[in-house]
């Protein structure tokens, strides 16, 4: 610092300048003080921007380490921002040392943001250019590979991830975590058996470790085995964090409603699905199971959430098979609305692999139980607004959130809105995505509540953003906020006079076909043969290849 001091403002020896700027900016980060270091390293690429490339492939450290302490105070777009003034510094000197640091920076960020497959490139490369010949790079090509095998995991590719981690744990490095990784995997393919090998294998003890052990013998139906885990994981969970909210936490609550759940004690399971949402939202904390989350600002793990909104739901009607309560299945319906504004809220919201696959994975898995609840509602009550909630959930159904999000795109891009709003948009659904995922590993309050100021701040700023599209008149005339139509809104704004509209269901055993006119709305529940489903595809073919009247706006399609 004092090199810095004596030679700050006189022009002199701009070499010594810059490397005392970039070492006094390293010691910070060595110490973990990244406010301090961000300055120290700014000044040092002020120099370097300024010298017209009198530095070379020098610059490319300093750029680096500077996009790290921004990465590492939640700064994205100045991470990212600064990884590819480093990247430009490669293309120009090829060969250059480090170079697997800087593509695993861009791993992490693009990872922690939910952009899985774009990570694994990033992973890809890092070890392709590490040099695997130097047995002191060992532990990098070790977190390289790691973290390759968690974006493979992310995207589903178990056996190209378990191929990786099981060649990892020869080298005796991080095996803990490894073993945790390899169980994970076996649990998401339905092989407990092998999980619990694997987790039996790791020497420390944590709260992850004893909600997948309780796990793998809930799985194999080995109940008081896994109540024991669970309480394990509870106890743990109350000496490291206290009251404090986590994601383990309400993870290891929804694991012991499934466990009551399983015991048919479906009062007892909803008290602790209510305990696992007031864990997984930070602002959340109503305990009455009769009431639901309304607004999902702020909130993390969104799917953990989702999977004990859906618990909660599925409790509730099986709860009416044992008290006959019309009221449980009243109360299945409204968590299936709120868990339907968890959806609305993650595709408005984010723009990652982390959302796409959420929402292909969780959302459509389930799609057909709220619509058989309010049908068999409307069955027992003969409440027509029930028929109108059935409608509801398949009209959701059917709205593709990739279809939508790529027309969204289109729409705003033929409108002309600025590309420098679509890069603001985009930045900011990436720095919610990154943040979210990074509250959900976070248990110490204080930081906690940082993390979610930041988050709240980037959700405003892209409700902002919102308002600004709106204001372009030819993107406010054509987009549409909702993707779904209520039965009075086709009636009074699209169906013409003598026309009708026709919307199928595809059930387990039926097929429920919704007929809509000016004045009336009819359903019909038909037997699900395949001379029928030949014949709806065979209308709708008909309806595309016809031209008038602009018939596609008429035509629904399957759920």
Known sequence: MQVIKALEGTGLNDSILMDSYFKAGIFKQTYAR??????????????????????????????????????TVNRFDSARYFYTKAEEVTKKFPGIQELE????????????????????NNFEKAISVLDKTDDSRIAFLVNYKSNLASSLRKLYEYDAAMTIYTDLLKYKINTDEINQNIASIYLQIGASPQAIKYLHAIKTTSIWKYNDLGLAHYNQKAYDSASWYFEKASNLN????????????????????????AEHKWSEALIDYQKAITQLIYFYNDSSVENNPSSYSGVFAVTELYETLLAKATAFRSLFDSNKDIRSLESS?????????LTDYVEKTYESDEARIFLNQKKYGSHHIPIDICLQLYKLTKKENYLDEAFYFDEKNKASVLVNGLLEKELKKAVNIPESLLAEESNCKENINRLSLKAAAVSDSSILSGILTQLR?????????????????????????ETTISFSELQLKIIPKNGA???????????????????????????KTDSLIYS????????????????????????
């Open 333 to 341: 319906i409204k968590t299936f609305r709120s868990l339907y504004q």
């Open 536 to 559: 709806i595809h065979e209308l709708s073919t008909a309806l595309e290849k016809n031209s008038g009247n602009d018939n596609m706006l008429f035509r629904r399609k399957f759920s």
């Open 501 to 527: 509209i026709l919307s199928y269901h595809m059930g387990d055993s039926s097929i429920l076909c919704w007929v809509i006119t000016k004045e009336k709305r009819e359903m019909y529940e038909l037997p």
């Open 238 to 261: 109350h000496t490291q964090n206290g009251n404090k909210k986590n994601v383990f936490a309400g993870i290891t609550y929804r694991y012991i409603g499934d466990l009551k759940a």
């Open 101 to 120: 640091r800087l593509y695993n920076a861009f791993g992490i960020l693009n990872f922690e943001t939910g952009n899985y497959r774009q990570s694994k």
């Open 34 to 71: 990244f406010d301090e270091a961000i300055p120290l390293l700014r000044n040092c690429v002020s120099i370097i921007e300024k010298s017209n490339n009198k530095f070379g492939e020098a610059a490319f450290l300093p750029q680096l380490y500077l996009g790290n302490s921004y990465y």
């Open 457 to 481: 701040e980037q959700e405003l700023k892209l409700e902002s953003l919102t308002k600004k599209f709106a204001e372009n008149p030819a993107y406010n005339k054509l987009h549409f906020e």
